[in-house]
């Protein structure tokens, strides 16, 4: 038997869901009293269902709190009467709901009262036409979408909740569709479509190189080499350096830090991109070295120095430097020829800016700005400081003289030479220069050295007492070779003399009326700065 009176399912229809039993007591009274009030619009919102076991949501869109009037078992009034008639002409298992969009379907008709059945404990007859009051616990165990209802099938719920599920899933889904179109338009522009044409290619090596190759070398002595700012009242300029120890001691050029005179400020950025102020602790025209230094810089790197007398025409030297101020720069080339003795500088008109180097040529690419860089040798060794080229549009062979790029004839002072000069300008400031005693006559055009016949400056041709007069030298005599080497002009006999150390002796041949003779002298010194 149903519960609270209601007749049997008809055959083919499945029986309402049980309500829960009352505990403790006679069955809750659902139905309207005798003395209710006649069928009549309710004052608050429809308390059809929106669902299984939830109400309805007002116009607002908030679920509507129920009110006192409904909170017991046995409410009556109002808002306890049956539910209004359904609109004419609309389908007779829904009733629309203000707001809402659309129908929402009413009671079942199995599972209401029949007309003048008799609400269980016998208070009173449900009114006619079966609309009286559905009991509240069956609304709330029924589910109306688990059988079908009379006239057709039934509508799945269309509440906010369900358009925010639907909502939810459309977003979901273009997240997912636009994570997978950009995944494939990636993968497309990376490696290309199915059909496009893939064209060959070595696999990557492991970086490794040989220590003695170009790029092995060029990655030993990077780290010891720096790049040069000078900036002064009157000019800047751009040059290379390198590390010569810990303490921060950097040796390159005199030309390149010249243009800072006195208040100039110079700056040294290595080649991990640091960069530090730098003061000049000694400079030498003569020689064209001079040596920086930086403070509180760690991790300094100095290159290992090699021997430029063991050097031989044809060893593979790279050279490191700036060219216009593009740092980090490598070429490489060969040791063209040695003892090439040249001349820079004399831009001041008296002489004393000009360098004398009895130096290695190279034809490994040198420019503006690779001045004071390390030419080095197959196992990263500084064997040369590069200081000149010569300039195929002036003939210059100063690397200032010219900015016409590097024609493959490149100038560096021997690094046993320029260990020594900037071994002095560390330790004192100043660097000496091995001298002879003698005036040579500058503008002699015959074969070799010839000494001035007359004074100058009131200077005598000849110190004396000096390491020429020593020696038996005589104003007049032509000098021709030092040491077996053949001397063809007085720069050139410089250029011997300074590529010693005071106190070596030397055999010079000369020419004295007509006749050769030998004579061994023993350098004198002069100090300069």
Same mark, same amino acid.
């Given at each position: 038997m149903p519960p609270y009176g209601a007749p049997a399912p008809a055959a083919g229809y499945p029986s309402p869901p049980q309500a829960p039993s009352h505990t403790g007591g006679e069955p809750p009274h659902l139905t309207a009293p005798a003395e209710a009030a006649p069928p009549g619009p309710a004052p608050g919102p429809s308390a059809e269902p929106d669902g299984p076991g939830r109400p309805l949501l007002a116009k607002s869109g908030a679920p509507q709190a129920p009110g006192p009037q409904a909170s017991g078992p046995q409410a009556s009034g109002p808002q306890a009467s049956a539910p209004q008639p359904a609109p004419e002409?609309?389908?007779?298992?829904?009733v629309p709901v203000p707001g809402d969009g659309g129908p929402r379907p009413t009671a079942p008709p199995h599972a209401t009262t029949p007309p003048h059945a008799a609400a269980p404990g016998g208070h009173g007859p449900v009114p006619p036409g079966g609309h009286g009051p559905v009991p509240h616990g069956a609304w709330q165990q029924y589910d109306p979408w688990s059988a079908p209802l009379q006239g057709g099938p039934a509508a799945p719920p269309r509440g906010p909740r369900n358009r925010r599920g639907l909502a939810a899933g459309a977003v979901a889904l273009a997240l997912l569709a636009g994570g997978v179109g950009g995944g494939v338009g990636a993968y497309v522009e990376r490696y290309g479509g199915i059909n496009d044409i893939k064209l060959p290619q070595a696999a990557d090596d492991a970086g490794g190189r040989r220590p003695d190759s170009v790029a092995g070398i060029a990655q030993? #002595?990077?780290? =010891?080499?720096? !790049?040069?700012?000078?900036?002064?009242? #009157?000019?800047? =300029?751009?040059? !290379?350096g390198f590390v010569l120890d810990r303490q921060g001691h950097i040796l390159t050029n005199n030309h390149v830090v010249e243009p800072a005179g006195t208040g100039g400020e110079i700056s040294v950025t290595f080649s991990g991109g640091q960069t530090a102020k730098a003061k000049v602790v000694g400079q030498d025209g003569g020689y064209d070295l001079a040596v920086v230094q930086v403070e509180g810089v760690t991790g300094l790197r100095p290159l290992p120095l090699g021997n430029s007398d063991s050097v031989?025409?044809?060893?593979?030297?790279?050279?490191?430097?700036a060219p216009f101020d593009l740092a980090n720069t490598v070429t490489s080339g060969i040791i063209s020829a040695k003892q090439r003795p040249i001349t820079a500088g004399g831009e001041k008109g008296d002489g004393s800016d000009v360098?004398?180097?009895?130096?290695?040529?190279?034809?490994?690419?040198i420019n503006p700005g690779n001045s004071g860089g390390p030419l080095v040798d197959a196992r990263?060794?500084?064997i040369g400081i590069n200081s000149a080229i010569r300039a195929a549009d002036t003939g210059n062979g100063s690397e200032g003289g010219g900015q016409g790029g590097s024609i493959g004839l490149g100038f560096a002072i021997p690094i046993n030479q320029a260990k020594r000069v900037a071994e002095e300008l560390i330790n004192t400031g100043r660097a000496t220069h091995p001298v002879i005693g003698v005036t040579l006559e500058m503008e002699y055009a015959g074969d070799g050295a010839r000494v001035s016949e007359h004074s100058k400056d009131g200077k005598q041709p000849v110190t004396p007492g000096g390491p020429g007069a020593k020696a038996g030298i005589r104003a007049g005599d032509v000098i021709t070779e030092v040491d077996g080497a053949a001397v063809h002009s007085g720069e050139e006999l410089i250029v011997k003399i300074r590529s010693h150390r005071p106190g070596d002796t030397l055999l010079?041949?000369?020419?004295?009326?007509?006749k050769q003779q030998s004579v061994r002298l023993r350098l004198g010194s002069s100090t300069t700065g």
């Open positions: 002409g609309a389908d007779p298992g829904f030993a #002595a990077l780290p =010891g080499v720096v !790049t040069i700012h000078v900036r002064g009242n #009157a000019e800047q =300029g751009t040059g !290379t031989r025409v044809g060893d593979p030297v790279v050279a490191i430097g360098s004398y180097v009895d130096a290695l040529q190279t034809d490994a690419p990263a060794r500084v010079l041949t000369l020419q004295r009326g007509g």
